[in-house]
């Protein structure tokens, strides 16, 4: 490569047997990398990336956030995220998910199918490959439309059978997959901590390094958390609560969608609330009973467009809704683990009277948008002489561009970001208390 620019080795860059070099990033086979990359893609740390103007904001959030706790007025509000390091998929992985298990019912009920080995066995390669999570569908499809296709993938092949039965079936086989505790600690923890057997004795050190745990551990800490809203099917935070800080069930209240059945008749001291907004579908285990913490699974889970619309339109003051704008209007909510892009978060935006409820906190991970940033200006600077710090300022530059029109655009609805790495997550969680 022509000038003078430093070339240093990078995490995307790599060379075939022959010293042929291929950039993972930009997907290009740039034969003047033969020495390295001039472009440093690495992403740095939300410390790095981040102004002294988003950071302030972020401490001034936080002790907006411990102030709200100590007068009991703090409710976390819970996406899929949360769930995903015990091994749940994101919102997106679990339509596709759901599309392998649809498509594999449509396929045994397909007869012209089986006439046609070879597309059969095709089929029957992609339906696993979807069903391990190792391939994803519907990127950029608007979640519910997505849901609707699988909905309607399984009513065309179901006949008279209940499409709400088969979706939840379904559901439940993913929830299933999920990482119990044993398994997290055979897993996971035993990897990272080799000399520490039971996670259970070191409950906080294990807060520290999963939003799970974290999680868990707010809504059992002194002055923490009493109660969020979820809006996942699973009841891993539950699990959670009981089999690692050892919390009694007969403090969780787990709402599946509509009021506990055991929450008006005991008179528990400091109670643990849990609402499922979309509905509720427990982990099928033997050595799981029926309790307040884990009831019978939802009679409806809302999935699909269809689903939402019917409960915007024709239940305007159903359970859900009525739930989530009495917490929403009331309290000031702290969402983790969500996608601003969540057409329910966005339905909550225009629904709320800006001026009249609290300020709410979204925590919100900085990775995606810092990589895709650092992608346009290296593939811009390809084939340039230009240095690794020229490419760094134009990447801090435009990331403070983006974060701060998003965070005018939430501040207009009382919202407030608080940028943050996936790495970053647990330890935030816990500096809230």
Not at 106 to 135: C, F, M, P, W
Not at 219 to 225: Q, S
Not at 368 to 381: D, L, P
């Amino acid at each position: 490569m022509k000038g003078t620019a430093d070339f240093i080795k990078c995490q995307f860059l790599d060379f075939n047997p022959v010293g042929i070099a291929h950039c993972h990033l930009t997907d290009a086979y740039p034969k003047e990398f033969s020495r390295g990359c001039p472009a440093c893609v690495d992403l740095p740390t939300v410390e790095a990336l981040l102004d002294q103007g988003s950071k302030d904001n972020r401490e001034r959030y936080r002790d907006e956030i411990r102030q709200a706790l100590t007068m009991g007025c703090a409710t976390l509000v819970l996406g899929a995220g949360i769930s995903m390091p015990m091994g749940m998929p994101n919102w997106l992985g679990l339509i596709s998910q759901m599309a392998g298990y649809a498509q594999q019912y449509a396929d045994y009920t397909n007869t012209e199918l089986k006439d046609n080995v070879d597309i059969r066995r095709l089929s029957t390669l992609l339906e696993q490959e979807l069903i391990a999570g190792n391939l994803i569908l519907f990127n950029g499809v608007n979640v519910l439309e997505s849901g609707q296709y699988i909905e309607q993938t399984i009513r065309r092949a179901s006949g008279s059978k209940p499409v709400q039965g088969m979706l939840k079936e379904i559901l439940c086989t993913i929830i299933g997959q999920s990482l119990t505790l044993a398994q997290w600690t055979k897993e996971k923890w035993k990897k990272d901590h080799p000399s520490l057997e039971d996670p259970r004795a070191y409950p906080l050190l294990a807060a520290e390094h999963n939003s799970l745990c974290a999680t868990a551990y707010l809504l059992n800490a002194k002055h923490g958390f009493r109660r969020a809203m979820t809006y996942n099917f699973d009841t891993l935070v539950q699990e959670y609560l009981i089999d690692l800080f050892q919390v009694s069930p007969e403090r969780i209240f787990t709402h599946p969608g509509k009021w506990s059945d055991y929450y008006f008749s005991r008179n528990i001291s400091d109670p643990i609330d849990i609402f499922h907004v979309h509905g509720c579908l427990p982990r099928k285990t033997p050595s799981r009973k029926l309790s307040c913490a884990f009831p019978a699974e939802s009679d409806q889970v809302i999935l699909t467009e269809s689903n939402y619309y019917n409960t915007e339109q024709s239940e305007a003051y159903n359970w859900q809704n009525s739930i989530q704008s009495y917490y929403l209007n009331r309290d000031s909510c702290i969402f983790v683990g969500f996608s601003a892009d969540d057409y329910n978060f966005r339905r909550i935006l225009r629904q709320m009277e800006t001026e009249k409820h609290p300020r709410h906190y979204l925590i919100l991970t900085i990775d995606n948008i810092a990589r895709e940033t650092w992608f346009a200006v290296c593939h811009r600077h390809l084939f340039n002489s230009t240095s690794p710090e020229q490419i760094r300022q134009e990447v801090l530059r435009l990331l403070k561009i983006q974060l701060d029109m998003k965070a005018e655009y939430w501040g207009r609805y009382n919202f407030y970001p608080i940028w943050v790495t996936v790495d970053d997550i647990p330890k935030f969680l816990l500096s809230l208390i």
